[in-house]
């Protein structure tokens, strides 16, 4: 085990971590009025129809793979009688799609941010690191589920990557998984680290409006009022609602 | 029943000449921001024409407020799981292009110029991209009538209008219509907003974008029929007109009322019953909502609603006020005032006194001679046709639109007569239902209210409010408050530097917006 491998799956991820946490936590307090979604359609909205939508939806789907792929312990799936034929079968498939939405609508995204005039000029640095340092894991991970893993690879991140999180999860990183990390393809170790320097400078981003997801909305009445006195009757009529 | 009080403002087209000195105040105070230059919170349309942004009045297209479908009333644009479904790109956006491209000119030019043959000229540079631009479109380009033989075509007001109505020389016809946001009773955008960022205040009924919870999902400018959220392209925010809070809390009219030349604004409070108010909007046909909206006002001088709402919280001088308020007057008892588009089923609380002129060439010079037998039949050959006025206030019910034009014609009728001493048919004001007292009043308010009849505005009871505190920020634009450069003194800082959001800025390490 030497100091890169501690570096890269033990200091980097918790560092990493931290900031993510610490840095939403305290954007969220100081800095509500940068918290949007940075829409730019106002502006533009032809060229961003087709990559937005076909970007969005990509990514959810993406992160639910994750979910599946990384978080679930692989015993959870053959419990219930998930073989590693069918997961494969679905993580290649379902996976392949989403992420050929992600990078297709991502290119799209990134190709109006870099030819439309007014878009450019609305773009802040954060915008581009953001848009690049996504592009870039998003790119080495579709490499790697259609270049490795499509193609026969025999490396089982079910075994390896996924354990690995979910140790450092729980704060028990293991030597064993370390070194499980240090022997993966290169491919996966630059997906993994990539995206932990992601991680590290999202809450400085646009990329904050994920957490707005304004899921609320479904539950709450259409006209919303806010009183200025502080008795609260009743408790529709005074809710500020955050998301 | 829920009695809320709600500020409204009447204003009365009669005496509007135009000038745009409403638009113009209400920028220098509001907008005068970056990423809000294209803003109007206030502006005056030249009708007939496509207005601003163009063709807002089209909303089987902009799809903004409601509709009834299946007996109940849904946004237009779609409920709450189609918003969220399409939160990732909102398809009935109306972009920055059809409002205008906002520019400024590039005045250095007239100073850096080499000596030519000619003048230097400065031109126009959008102020999206910087980059020279051809101007094609602008804020009031189809001010008085300015090319209305093409954009006059796109009116949707036009649609309902027969053939006849052509947009010929000699029977043009043209009013002018300053609108503001309406701070309706059912307000769509509020419903339409994912965040939960806009709201309506609880005590005055005057709808506000939290800034610091608007998150950029846009839907508001799209639920808006009168498309009065905008977008500040800036700081990537909904922004709206304020109804002038800090100054109607105050007890002073808005900046626009305040400055208006022709005086024809009025502000005043209505108490209404908030539980009717779904009830009002769900109506089946469209033509009953303006008799559903004022269905839900209720009467400020039945003792049993001044028990009630003075038991529900709302202060005795707030009770005063509605009884002395001149929107209740001009909108309730002496029905001649009317709300802007009552199809849109948003019980907008902007409303109208439609405009009468030319009444006098209508009637060829001979006013003072005439029966009503005579008068009357000629309100249909006014210049402004009916149906034109009907499409506006009344969801195409002309029958409303005629009750009111007679009225105003029996007050001028008979105050003409009184004032000049000449004989009065009295049958002129029983036919518009009127008695000598309405037709004095209505004069007294219409023609020569002064400034306190005009503007009944309460002032809001701050001492009520709790932790003041934690309303920081909620209410809107603080922040311009900050803005250095803006006032003049201090240092110069560019003032785009201001609105970057709190991280990642580029200029300056002054501390940021937030904190």
């Not at chain 2, 994912?194 to 309506?200: D, E, L, N």
């Not at chain 2, 019910?397 to 004032?419: C, F, G, H, P, S």
Request: proline share 5%; glycine share 8%; charged share 25%.
């Amino acid at each position: 085990m030497t100091n890169l491998d501690i570096f890269l799956w033990v200091i980097l991820p918790y560092v990493s971590l931290t900031i993510f946490i610490l840095g939403h936590i305290i954007r969220y307090n100081y800095d509500q009025f940068g918290w949007t979604a940075k829409s730019s359609q106002f502006l533009e909205q032809k060229r961003l129809r087709f990559g937005s939508t076909v970007f969005h939806w990509g990514i959810i789907f993406v992160f639910l793979g994750h979910v599946a792929g990384v978080l679930i312990p692989k015993q959870w799936f053959d419990a219930i009688g998930i073989h590693d034929d069918m997961y494969h079968f679905g993580a290649i498939w379902f996976g392949g799609i989403a992420g050929i939405a992600v990078v297709v609508g991502g290119f799209f995204l990134f190709l109006r941010r870099v030819s439309v005039k007014r878009v450019i000029k609305n773009s802040s640095v954060s915008d581009y690191v953001a848009l690049i340092m996504l592009g870039i894991v998003v790119l080495v991970g579709f490499t790697n589920t259609a270049g490795y893993t499509a193609t026969g690879g025999d490396f089982d991140y079910r075994v390896t990557i996924g354990p690995w999180m979910r140790e450092i999860l729980t704060f028990q990183p293991s030597e064993a998984m370390i070194l499980a990390m240090a022997g993966a393809p290169i491919g996966f170790q630059l997906h993994v680290s990539l995206a932990f320097v992601l991680f590290a400078i999202w809450p400085f981003t646009r990329l904050v409006h994920v957490f707005s997801l304004p899921l609320k909305y479904l539950r709450r009445n259409y006209v919303v009022y806010r009183s200025n006195k502080p008795v609260i009757k009743n408790k529709d009529t005074h809710k500020k609602e955050i998301n | 029943m829920k009695i809320k009080a709600q500020f409204g403002m009447v204003m009365n087209l009669d005496k509007c000449i135009g000038c745009h000195t409403c638009s113009v105040t209400c920028s220098n105070t509001w907008t005068n921001r970056p990423g809000t230059e294209y803003m109007y919170w206030n502006n005056v349309e030249t009708k007939p024409g496509m207005g601003y942004p163009k063709r807002w009045e089209d909303n089987d297209e902009r799809k903004g407020g409601w509709h009834v479908k299946n007996g109940k009333l849904e946004l237009k644009a779609g409920g709450k799981v189609s918003k969220l479904l399409n939160i990732f790109y909102n398809k009935d956006l109306v972009e920055i292009d059809e409002y205008y491209e906002p520019w400024t000119y590039d005045y250095e030019n007239l100073i850096n110029s080499p000596e030519k043959e000619h003048q230097p000229v400065a031109r126009p540079k959008s102020q999206l991209t910087g980059e020279y631009m051809d101007i094609t479109w602008g804020p009031n380009w189809e001010d008085d009538l300015a090319g209305v033989h093409e954009t006059g075509h796109h009116d949707p007001n036009m649609k309902n209008l027969d053939e006849q109505i052509k947009f010929e020389f000699e029977e043009t016809f043209m009013m002018y219509l300053p609108r503001i946001c309406e701070h309706c009773q059912n307000p769509s955008c509020v419903s339409s907003c994912p965040s939960g960022a806009m709201y309506k205040r609880e005590e005055d009924g005057i709808v506000l974008v939290d800034q610091e919870s608007c998150r950029s999902w846009r839907f508001c400018m799209t639920g808006c029929p009168y498309k009065k959220v905008y977008f500040n392209w800036k700081t990537h925010k909904a922004e709206k007109c304020t109804f002038c809070f800090p100054r109607i809390e105050n007890g002073e009219p808005t900046i626009c009322s305040e400055t208006c030349v022709g005086r024809l604004r009025y502000i005043g409070i209505v108490l209404y019953d908030a539980d009717k108010v779904l009830e009002a909007a769900s109506v089946e046909d469209e033509k009953d909502l303006y008799e559903a909206q004022l269905g839900t006002f209720l009467d400020p001088y039945d003792p049993e609603i001044q028990k009630e709402a003075v038991k529900q919280g709302i202060p005795e001088d707030w009770i005063e006020a509605a009884q002395r308020s001149p929107v209740y007057r001009l909108a309730v008892e002496q029905k001649i005032a009317l709300p802007l588009h009552p199809e849109y089923r948003t019980m907008p609380m902007v409303w109208y006194i439609p405009p009468l002129s030319p009444f006098m060439n209508a009637l060829g010079g001979q006013v003072d001679s005439l029966s009503p037998e005579v008068i009357f039949p000629t309100i249909n050959q006014f210049r402004i046709p009916i149906d034109y006025l009907a499409s506006l206030f009344t969801a195409g019910d002309t029958k409303v639109i005629k009750r009111v034009l007679q009225k105003l014609v029996a007050m001028r009728t008979y105050m003409r007569a009184k004032e000049l001493n000449k004989p009065f048919d009295k049958k002129i004001l029983e036919e518009a239902g009127m008695t000598d007292d309405i037709a004095e009043e209505m004069y007294q308010l219409s023609a020569i209210a002064k400034y306190d009849d005009r503007y009944v505005i309460p002032k809001s009871h701050r001492e009520d409010s709790g932790d003041m505190f934690s309303h920081q920020g909620n209410a809107g634009y603080d922040f311009m408050e900050a803005c250095r450069s803006c006032m003049g003194g201090g240092a110069a800082a560019d003032p785009l530097e201001y609105y970057e959001s709190g991280f990642w800025r580029e200029l300056d390490e002054t501390s940021p917006k937030g904190v």
